[in-house]
């Protein structure tokens, strides 16, 4: 098992400057990388016989909306060596686009249509990228800070929003 220091110093030793930042005394130990070398990185990650990072368990998108950007967080586990690790891919707001990597890891298949759906980040190369939770014809991405969640969808009430000063009838 390699700590997060020696799985860190590997991949700054492999690529250099295209990593940005080195995270690695935190409870989720991982690294910071651009978009470009992402597809290099994964396929390292999974290949080299020390890393071994045969199991993607977590791919999720988060939201910088005061940054204009989106983040794709990756966690990954090897089960042959038993340590763990994340990469975390900044992407912009306006054009979020990462290589799919569901060819490395099948996991990465429903976590990227689940991104895509949710975040709007799209995966190229994806197999099938496609609403997974919600309906074909939603119009944005719930997820993102400055969505809008619709009043109605197809005629039927969508939200409901109480007043917050309102109190529950406790007589009903």
Not at 16 to 39: F, S
Not at 45 to 69: I, M, R, S
Request: hydrophobic share 40%; aromatic share 10%; glycine share 6%.
């Amino acid at each position: 098992m390699l700590t997060p220091q020696e799985i860190g110093k590997k991949l700054k030793n492999q690529f250099g400057q295209r990593i940005h930042d080195l995270i690695l005394d935190d409870k989720h130990p991982r690294v910071h990388i651009a978009p470009e070398a992402w597809r290099e990185l994964a396929t390292f990650l999974k290949t080299n016989p020390e890393l071994a990072f045969d199991w993607l368990a977590c791919l999720g998108g988060a939201d910088y909306v005061g940054e204009d950007q989106l983040a794709v967080v990756v966690d990954l586990w090897s089960t042959v060596h038993r340590h763990r690790f994340a990469v975390k891919i900044i992407l912009p707001r306006s054009d979020p686009k990462l290589p799919s990597v569901c060819d490395l890891w099948a996991t990465a298949n429903w976590h990227e249509r689940e991104a895509y759906d949710l975040f709007g980040i799209h995966f190229e190369g994806h197999p099938d990228l496609r609403r997974i939770l919600l309906a074909d014809d939603w119009v944005g991405h719930p997820l993102r800070k400055d969505y809008v969640f619709p009043r109605q969808v197809h005629g039927i009430p969508a939200s409901v929003e109480l007043d917050w000063q309102q109190k529950p009838d406790s007589k009903k």
